[in-house]
Nanobody
Framework: QVQLVESGGGLVQAGDSLRLSCAAS????????MGWFRQAPGKERDFVAA????????YYADSVKGRFTISRDNAKNMVYLQMNGLKPEDTAVYYC??????????????????WGQGTQVTVSS
């Protein structure tokens, strides 16, 4: 089993940057596909970014391509989401998610086994 803890959220202005971190427990972290999702009030949980476990291929939602970057450090059991050029529409609770041995459909929340508690990101205009 994996436990995920996100951090790094906060209140920023439009155009600013933030880096979210997700700390994972367990000794087999490198065998987990990792994803970031976000959920705004009254909306569904949306895919943001993901990284495969086998070759670190990355996947991004169209809305964040070119602005957000997902990365991982398997030695530290960490996943990061670097967010640049933040916009008010990026405001949401951001969640880290994990699935052992990969995900067929990276953008689907129900593909993931484990979730963190979320971290709030608020972008003011």
């Amino acid at each position: 089993q994996v436990q995920l803890v996100e951090s790094g959220g906060g209140l920023v202005q439009a155009g600013d940057s933030l880096r979210l971190s997700c700390a994972a427990s367990g000794r087999t972290f490198s065998s987990y596909a990792m994803g970031w999702f976000r959920q705004a009030p009254g909306k569904e949980r949306d895919f943001v970014a993901a990284m495969s476990w086998i070759d670190s291929t990355t996947y991004y939602a169209d809305s964040v391509k070119g602005r957000f970057t997902i990365s991982r450090d398997n030695a530290k059991n960490m996943v990061y989401l670097q967010m640049n050029g933040l916009k008010p529409e990026d405001t949401a609770v951001y969640y880290c998610a994990a699935k052992r041995y990969g995900v067929r459909r990276y953008a689907r929340p129900d593909e993931y086994e484990y979730w963190g508690q979320g971290t709030q990101v608020t972008v003011s205009s």
